[in-house]
């Protein structure tokens, strides 16, 4: 198992940027294919973006958020970043991370997931 645990959330003005992380720990192995989601209240949990296993060579993004959020990961520090710039109020929203041996993409079916960190966007 892996247990993960989301940091990097804030406060900021529309056109702004934060970077959000996610420490993994337990099994930490490169295996796994890990995720970022955000939920808004009152609507559903929406894949972000996605990195493939090992060297996260393969990535996926939502098309809403592609050219302005880059997803990472560092295996040697077992921690998942996503870099987000360019921040609308709409993208106000919880964020988590998710991981799991079986790459779902922007799928909600990870086996693992954080407690999210509140990213809050303001106009």
């Known amino acids: 198992q892996v247990q993960l645990v989301e940091s990097g959330g804030g406060s900021v003005q529309s056109g702004g940027s934060l970077r959000l992380s996610c420490a993994a720990s337990?099994?930490?192995?490169?295996?796994?294919?890990m995720a970022w989601f955000r939920q808004a209240p009152g609507k559903e949990r929406e894949g972000v973006a996605s990195?493939?296993?090992?060297?996260?060579?393969?990535?996926a993004s939502a098309d809403s958020v592609k050219d302005r959020f880059t997803i990472s990961r560092d295996n040697d520090k077992n921690t998942l970043y996503l870099q987000m710039s360019n921040l609308e109020p709409e993208e106000t929203a919880m964020y988590y991370c998710?991981?799991?041996?079986?790459?779902?993409?922007?799928?909600?079916?990870?086996?693992?997931w954080g407690q999210g960190t509140q990213v809050t966007v303001s106009s």
């Open positions: 998710a991981a799991g041996t079986i790459n779902w993409w922007l799928l909600p079916k990870y086996s693992y």
């Open positions: 337990g099994d930490t192995s490169s295996r796994y294919y």
């Open positions: 990195i493939d296993s090992g060297d996260g060579g393969l990535t």
